[in-house]
């Protein structure tokens, strides 16, 4: 499997200099591919790929994915999307267009170049599961008008196009569907569970547990996650996804909550705030398909990455 992707390639990440993307790109560089990195700054940071700006196979582009581009690649992974309820919800039409127009545009750069596709979808698509844990055949229970519409159905309209795209154009085409995810390079102030929680603990503030706390979700390491956009990418053309990538293990708010007082050694109390609209109540990936087609499983437990999380967050406490 590594000697596929081993070789030289004109990869293009949207999104780049997010959360995801930037780690993505460390490891495209370091598998010796020259990368393009595509993005309009919204919610991603310089800061995320600083260490990057004398890399010669490394070039940032600041541009916004609504509007056309033409380059020439050999592969796309289209990240570009803000990602946390807060900043997707900032500005819900441009949520909207920007997965949708988004990725009409890099679809239509796919089938100029011949490049082959990456889609980071997510979870969202399963809305608020009926079905527990999430198959790829489930096909969700999503709200189309309350306020995380813009960003669920943005993503299932973008699933549309890309297997529309593959359906009348024949192109290569890779849909992920992300679970919850985190790490190093969070933006501290986008409001998810984990930067939030750790925040709060490492200032010794209260845990801002939305609702009663028994809400579940399932947290993947960053580096377990790029691994399977990876291999992903590298399988052969019958492969189009959808394929969830996250870690199986499935915690409650609560539980999230106690870890990080536990390994931050915080005084921090527990407070309740009111649980927000449409609040998914559970959430865990079933990864079958990742383990079969892909040979991927997380490999870093909740614990120890939260420890590796805990270190990069204190430089913001
Ligand atoms: P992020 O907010 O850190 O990164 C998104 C990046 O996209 C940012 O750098 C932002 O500036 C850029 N962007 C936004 N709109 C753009 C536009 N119109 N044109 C160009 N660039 C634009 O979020 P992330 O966590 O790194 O998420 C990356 C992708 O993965 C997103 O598509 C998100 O929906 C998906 N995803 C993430 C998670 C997760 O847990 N992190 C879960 C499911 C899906
Ligand atoms: N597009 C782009 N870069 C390219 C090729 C196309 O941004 O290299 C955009 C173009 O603006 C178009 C969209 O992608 O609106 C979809 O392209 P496609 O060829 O599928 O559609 P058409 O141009 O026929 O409407
Ligand atoms: N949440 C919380 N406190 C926070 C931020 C989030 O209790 O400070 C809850 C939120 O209500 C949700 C879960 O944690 O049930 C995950 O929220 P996040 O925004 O990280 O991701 P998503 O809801 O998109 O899965």
Known sequence: MARQYNFRKRVMVTGGAGFLGSHLIDRLLD????????????????????????????EFLRHDVTMPLYVEVDEIYNLACPASP????????????TSVHGAINMLGLAKRTGAKIFQASTSEVYGDPAVHPQPEDYWGYVNPVG????????????????????????LGI??????????????????RVVSNFIIAALKGEPIPIYGDGSQTRSFCYV????????????????????????????????????????????????????????????????I??????????????????????????????
Not at 157 to 170: I, K, N, P, W
């Open 31 to 58: 598998q010796g591919h020259e990368v393009l990195c595509v993005d309009n700054l919204f919610t991603g940071a310089k800061l995320n790929i600083d260490h990057l700006r004398t890399h010669e196979r490394f």
């Open 86 to 97: 807060i900043h997707y919800q900032h500005d819900p039409v441009q949520t909207t267009k």
């Open 147 to 170: 306020p995380r519409s813009c960003y669920d159905e943005g993503k299932r309209c973008a699933e549309t196009l890309f297997f529309d795209y593959r359906r009348q154009h024949g």
């Open 174 to 191: 890779k849909v992920a569907r992300i679970f919850n995810t985190y790490g190093p390079r969070m933006h501290p102030a986008d409001g």
């Open 223 to 286: 580096d377990d996650l790029v691994e399977g956009f990876l291999r992903l990418m590298a399988t052969d053309d019958a492969v189009t996804g959808p394929i969830n990538l996250g870690n199986p293990g499935e915690f409650s708010m609560r539980e999230l909550a106690e870890k990080v007082i536990a390994i931050t050694g915080s005084k921090s109390e527990i407070s309740h705030l009111p649980l927000p609209q449409d609040d998914p109540r559970q959430r865990q990936p079933d």
């Open 288 to 317: 079958s398909r990742a383990k079969a087609t892909l040979d991927w499983q997380p490999t870093v437990a909740l614990d120890e990455g939260l420890v590796r999380t805990v270190e990069y967050f204190r430089r913001f406490a």
